[in-house]
């Protein structure tokens, strides 16, 4: 696998390195390992720790996959409205903080940083702070809530 290049950063998950190519200038930058998960390159789900994390949740100070997600955010009201954002598209270890309409990018803050500091056009990209995902963005929170619903429902209908 090649890698992922904007703007002169190149991502190469399959070694687990980022190359800064920034003023003709090379820069390698070792990526902490994403633990036992099927993607070395991103952070692991803090609930199940082997899928790579999609959603951080803001509350909960956690990096939850989506099937996590579905389980902790579907358990009950409270919880599914918790405000949960995109992990970055770049590196997939942090939250998203900017979304970049040009590169339809949602990045951290140091991502963002690094890959609008590349070049002069890169840098007029017009970048928008990323907005918390609502419950029907992540449809496998919504659906369990609605199994969860429906089958508290059925089980007292049996009770009577």
Same mark, same amino acid.
């Given at each position: 696998?090649?890698? @992922? #290049?904007? !703007?002169?950063?190149?991502?190469?998950?399959?070694?687990?390195?980022?190359?800064?190519?920034?003023? /003709?200038?090379?820069?390698?930058?070792?990526?902490?390992?994403?633990? =036992?998960?099927?993607?070395?390159?991103?952070?692991?789900?803090?609930?199940? &720790?082997?899928?790579?994390?999609?959603?951080?949740?803001?509350?909960?100070?956690?990096?939850?996959?989506?099937?996590?997600? %579905?389980?902790?955010? /579907?358990?009950?009201?409270?919880?599914?409205?918790? =405000? &949960?954002?995109?992990?970055?598209?770049?590196?997939?270890?942090?939250?998203?903080?900017?979304?970049?309409?040009?590169? $339809? *990018?949602?990045?951290?803050? #140091?991502?963002?940083?690094?890959?609008?500091?590349?070049?002069? @056009?890169? /840098?007029?990209?017009?970048?928008?702070?990323?907005?918390?995902?609502?419950?029907?963005? #992540?449809? $496998? *929170? !919504?659906?369990?809530? =609605?199994?969860?619903?429906?089958? %508290?429902?059925?089980?007292?209908?049996? &009770?009577?």
């Amino acid at each position: 696998m090649r890698g @992922l #290049i904007f !703007y002169g950063l190149q991502v190469n998950k399959a070694s687990r390195f980022m190359n800064y190519n920034l003023s /003709g200038n090379v820069f390698e930058h070792k990526v902490a390992g994403g633990g =036992e998960g099927s993607c070395p390159w991103a952070r692991p789900c803090n609930g199940c &720790r082997s899928a790579p994390s999609v959603v951080y949740c803001r509350a909960d100070a956690a990096y939850l996959c989506a099937s996590c997600d %579905t389980r902790v955010h /579907g358990a009950n009201r409270v919880a599914s409205r918790h =405000e &949960r954002v995109r992990v970055c598209e770049a590196c997939e270890r942090m939250p998203a903080v900017l979304a970049c309409r040009a590169d $339809a *990018a949602a990045l951290c803050a #140091i991502c963002d940083a690094q890959v609008h500091s590349a070049n002069p @056009l890169a /840098g007029r990209h017009q970048r928008v702070p990323v907005l918390p995902l609502p419950a029907a963005a #992540i449809p $496998a *929170a !919504y659906v369990l809530a =609605e199994a969860a619903a429906a089958t %508290t429902a059925l089980g007292e209908k049996k &009770r009577r």
